[in-house]
């Protein structure tokens, strides 16, 4: 039926360091035909989250690793072109885990998470969805309430704060009436974390002086942690807390790419400041609260209606382009959410409304 081809990356070989081609192999396969409770979806845009380096490695996750020889796994946004689903109709725009692929099978006895049908009209346009207003939104409002729990006034410290998680937690700390410090890693990234999303401070984490320049942006010292990086970030943030601090514990990016083994991530870090400040560090997996999006979402679009948020993408076209764009997350060459715009929609989709509209 379908004559076009599946554009698809499958995992060839689990990386060390930056994902090569030997690795994550660009192949184009036939489009699988659907049968009784399936549906086909193309994917329109795919989310590169650093997430999936882990799921490329054997390391002990939350998810199984994807198996080799499998279609890279990953979450999209697509849109249903046959069905044999009444809950999935041709035309209706779904999320789930997609995969780095143009088109996916809607299968509940093979799919790792249900698909969910977007809202109609749609809120917002499509690739909000997976961004302010989709996993990273809601994985940086989550980490805020349930976690870091920042009262007015506070200092909140936001690691990787240029990037779709953080540049979102950091505009919700300062709704909050936080003093809120980023760390990025350029002086450009630094000067749009405090001039376009209004950080009080943001540090480049590459300067040499980085610490004493930390020090100087955040002189009451820390009382909420929202850690994205790991490492030596996170450690010099350890030794800066205040009593009863806490670190929200939503990445380690600077370790992922070390995550051959089943336990591989090393790293000193000051666990025993814990003791000192009577702190606590607790870590969080989005995918586990679903039953909480619509909260979240609801929260972040009000945000964005009031303009306290600003939603920065950075979009690349073609799927063909998927594996450079996870490398990119680790070079960070990214600002924002980085996705990948693999189609256009062939049906027509929902009208979008005003954000203010879910407020
Ligand atoms: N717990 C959860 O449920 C959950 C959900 C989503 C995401 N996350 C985590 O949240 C973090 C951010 O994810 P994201 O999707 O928003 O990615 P992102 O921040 O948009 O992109 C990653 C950024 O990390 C920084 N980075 C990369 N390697 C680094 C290193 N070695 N040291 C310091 N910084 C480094 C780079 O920014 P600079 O140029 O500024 O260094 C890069 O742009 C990740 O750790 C991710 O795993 C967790």
């Not at 490695?57 to 939350?62: C, G, N, P, T």
């Not at 950091?170 to 003093?179: F, L, S």
């Not at 514990?249 to 992922?256: F, L, T």
């Not at 600002?335 to 929902?350: C, I, N, S, Y």
Request: with cysteine; proline share 6%.
């Amino acid at each position: 039926m379908f004559t076009e081809l599946n554009h698809c990356f499958r995992l060839r070989r689990r990386p060390t360091g930056r994902v090569t081609e030997a690795d994550l192999e660009y192949v184009e396969e036939p489009i699988p035909a659907i049968g009784p409770g399936q549906a086909l979806v193309r994917t329109l845009y795919l989310s590169v989250d650093p997430t999936n380096r882990i799921w490329m490695s054997e390391m002990r996750s939350y998810i199984d690793p994807v198996p080799l020889g499998a279609v890279m796994r990953g979450i999209g946004i697509g849109q249903v072109v046959a069905s044999e689903r009444e809950d999935f109709p041709v035309g209706a725009i779904v999320t789930g885990l997609t995969g780095y692929q143009s088109h996916a099978v809607i299968d509940d006895a093979t799919d790792e998470m249900p698909y969910a049908v977007l809202p109609e009209p749609l809120p917002a346009p499509l690739s909000m969805f997976l961004g302010a207003l989709g996993h990273t939104g809601i994985t940086a409002y989550l980490g805020l309430e349930d976690i870091g729990r920042p009262q007015p006034g506070e200092t909140v410290v936001v690691s990787a704060a240029a990037g779709a998680v953080g540049s979102i937690a950091g505009q919700i700390a300062k709704a909050r009436g936080c003093h809120v410090v980023g760390l990025a890693g350029s002086d450009e990234k630094c000067a749009y974390v405090t001039e376009t999303l209004g950080f009080d401070a943001c540090v480049n984490h590459k300067a040499a002086d980085w610490r004493e320049r930390f020090d100087a942006a955040a002189p009451d010292g820390v009382d909420v942690d929202f850690e994205n990086v790991g490492g030596e970030i996170m450690d010099h943030v350890m030794n800066r807390l205040n009593y009863g601090a806490r670190i929200v514990v939503c990445g380690m990016i600077s370790q992922y790419e070390a995550s051959s083994g089943e336990n591989a991530w090393g790293g000193q870090l000051s666990i025993g400041q814990l003791i000192m400040r009577r702190a606590s560090m607790r870590g969080f997996v989005v995918l586990d609260h679903a039953d909480r999006f619509p909260e979240a979402i609801g929260y972040l679009a009000g945000l964005l209606g009031e303009g306290k948020l600003h939603p920065e993408e950075t979009i690349v076209d073609g799927i063909e382009h998927a594996r450079d764009c996870l490398n990119r997350l680790f070079e960070g060459s990214n600002r924002g959410k980085l996705l990948l715009r693999v189609a256009d929609a062939e049906l027509p989709v929902p009208a979008t409304e005003v954000a203010a509209a879910t407020a």
